[in-house]
């Protein structure tokens, strides 16, 4: 069982990033997912999530962003736009008990 993110890079502010969270094991739609953030010296805080039925829901400045997931690639996509350096920080994927590593996202000019 295994969650993977990507996609994380370094952008200027008012850009755009999408990132992927890949599972191998399990298949996603089954499990409510979600996106963390954890910015520099700070705890993890839910960015946004989805429910196995497809429902969203969006944390704090989050509603610049849109979760999204392609069950044939059994992926979880969180599109971010009008990113802020406030932004910046490492995103994980989370479902049950599962973790991914986290994607680095940078956002400064």
């Known amino acids: 069982v295994q969650l993977v993110e990507s996609g994380g890079d370094l952008v200027q502010p008012g850009g755009s990033l999408r990132l992927s969270c890949a599972a191998s094991?399990?298949?996603?739609?089954?499990?409510?997912m979600y996106w963390y953030r954890q910015a520099p010296g700070k705890g993890r805080e839910l960015v946004a999530s989805m429910t196995p039925a497809g429902g969203t829901a969006y944390y704090g400045d989050s509603g610049r962003f849109t979760i999204s997931r392609d069950n044939a690639k059994n992926t979880v996509y969180l599109q971010m736009n009008s990113l802020k350096p406030e932004d910046t920080g490492t995103y994980y994927c989370?479902?049950?008990?599962?973790w991914g590593q986290g994607t680095q996202v940078t956002v400064s000019s």
């Open positions: 989370n479902a049950n008990v599962y």
């Open positions: 094991g399990f298949t996603l739609s089954s499990y409510h």
